[in-house]
């Protein structure tokens, strides 16, 4: 009784991914929890804007057939995976590439296969997807980041993963999460012995100066590497931004890393 529930409640959310306005996405953990005050958003693998039928298409591309992902592939499951969500996710699979068979110009049917691929755990074929999506949509920045998502969490190249995230910088520099997402790649994974991180968070810093996150984090983060003078010359000038922008919860996380600081100085 367990599974079948199971079975019509993926089936459930499968089809409202496939008739809403927005995408259904599954969210992705962090490979290590936070310890900062800052609660950056935890980003999804598969995020769109677009809605079907809103004639989201490919742009052709000199060469571009020969990279088509195969439409026929049979999904490799992750052991892990429980053969109710195995069926579900099948079952959702082929409608897709189905879809595709029919016009493989329709970007919202790709995108959505490479989540369903993801969510089988079969990573292979959902990076072929992302790949070739890279390249159809050559402004758009969804595929690159799911890529740089996918090296980051799921195959832990980081190198990789910094070159695809780098690559959706390049194609959307208006896009904090993705800066976010930088920071988080070079405190936890990569390049942790250098400036990477406080330099992502700078880059922040200059290009939203009026997002207090970006202080708050840059604080936190120096907190946690011994540099009290860094740490405090930063959050007070987050504190100004925070209290501008009324943004309550960053102020609190400053106020209490600046707290912090004082009980320090007095000691």
Request: charged residues 20%; hydrophobic residues 45%.
């Amino acid at each position: 009784m367990k599974n079948i529930h199971l079975v019509i409640a993926v089936i459930a959310a499968l089809v409202l991914c496939g008739a809403g306005a927005a995408w259904y996405v599954f969210m992705r953990p962090s490979p290590v929890p936070s310890t900062t005050n800052v609660q950056a958003p935890t980003l999804p693998i598969a995020i769109g804007s677009s809605t079907r039928g809103a004639g989201y298409t490919i742009t052709k591309l000199p060469g571009l057939k020969s990279s088509i992902p195969d439409l026929n592939h049979t999904t490799q499951f992750a052991a892990s995976v429980p053969p109710a969500i195995q069926t579900a996710l099948t079952a959702s699979i082929l409608i897709e590439q189905t879809a595709l068979k029919k016009d493989s110009t329709n970007a919202e049917h790709w995108l959505q296969l490479g989540l369903l691929y993801h969510e089988a755990d079969d990573f292979d074929a959902a990076k072929d997807v992302w790949l070739f999506l890279e390249q159809a949509l050559p402004n758009d920045t969804t595929a690159v980041g799911n890529l740089g998502r996918l090296y980051e969490f799921d195959v832990h190249d980081f190198a990789a993963a910094e070159h695809y995230f780098k690559e959706a910088l390049s194609r959307k520099p208006g896009d904090v999460n993705i800066y976010t997402e930088l920071y988080e790649l070079y405190r936890y994974s990569y390049k942790t012995d250098t400036s990477a991180a406080a330099d992502i968070l700078k880059a922040g810093i200059a290009k939203f100066p009026d997002d207090a996150h970006f202080y708050l984090a840059l604080g936190d983060y120096y907190l946690m590497k011994g540099d009290t003078a860094g740490a405090k010359a930063i959050l007070t000038q987050g504190l100004a931004v925070a209290r501008a922008a009324n943004d309550t919860n960053t102020l609190n996380g400053i106020n209490q890393d600046l707290s912090k600081l004082t009980a320090q100085d007095l000691k």
